[in-house]
């Protein structure tokens, strides 16, 4: 009489130990994908060029391909033309960009013609295409709840033409 009890006890003790985990009543909220922002140079002008020193502006074009709203509180740059250090710096508050499309941005550098070497200063005054190089960090402040700033790198390299800035009948630059 005692082995059909010890067998039926056996038998509920496996079937207990193979039911389903139970239920957990609060879902888990999806997780948000960050990607990081995409940094392109869109072009190099000589705004003022002077006998020693040139200035220049690059377009920094800045996409934000995240669902939410970023801003650029700070940024740390080094700007190369042709393997040469042209301009380097910091900034901060850079741009707010929307969720899902791009803004543009202008920095200013001064290039010291006696520091360069001559092939960049030919590329230049012949208003050649110049090998860039963009690189450096990008603080990057999110929009979206349960998300916290990041650090972007960036590092981008390519052909940019080098054009002189014109201004309008107006007197405002182009």
């Not at 056996?10 to 879902?27: D, G, H, M, R, Y």
């Not at 709840?145 to 014109?166: I, M, N, T, Y």
Request: glycine share 4%.
């Amino acid at each position: 009489m005692y082995k059909p009890l010890f067998f039926l006890l056996i038998l509920s003790l496996f079937t207990a130990c193979k039911s389903p985990p139970p239920v957990n009543v609060e879902e888990e909220e999806p997780a948000i994908e960050i990607k990081e922002p995409e940094f392109e140079v869109v072009s190099i002008a000589i705004i003022q060029a002077d006998l020693v020193n040139t200035k220049f502006e690059a377009v920094l074009r800045i996409n934000n391909p995240n669902k939410f709203d970023v801003n650029l509180s700070s940024l740390k740059y080094e700007l190369y033309g042709n393997g040469i250090l042209w301009s380097s710096g910091t900034g901060k508050d850079i741009l707010f960009i929307s969720a899902e499309s791009a803004c543009e941005t202008e920095f200013l550098f001064t290039m010291n013609f006696i520091n360069m070497k001559r092939n960049l200063l030919d590329d230049i005054i012949a208003r050649r295409m110049v090998n860039y190089r963009f690189a450096g960090v990008a603080e990057v402040e999110t929009g979206a709840p349960l998300c916290a700033s990041f650090q972007a790198s960036f590092d981008r390299s390519g052909l940019s033409e080098v054009k002189e800035k014109v201004e309008n009948s107006s007197g405002k630059r182009l």
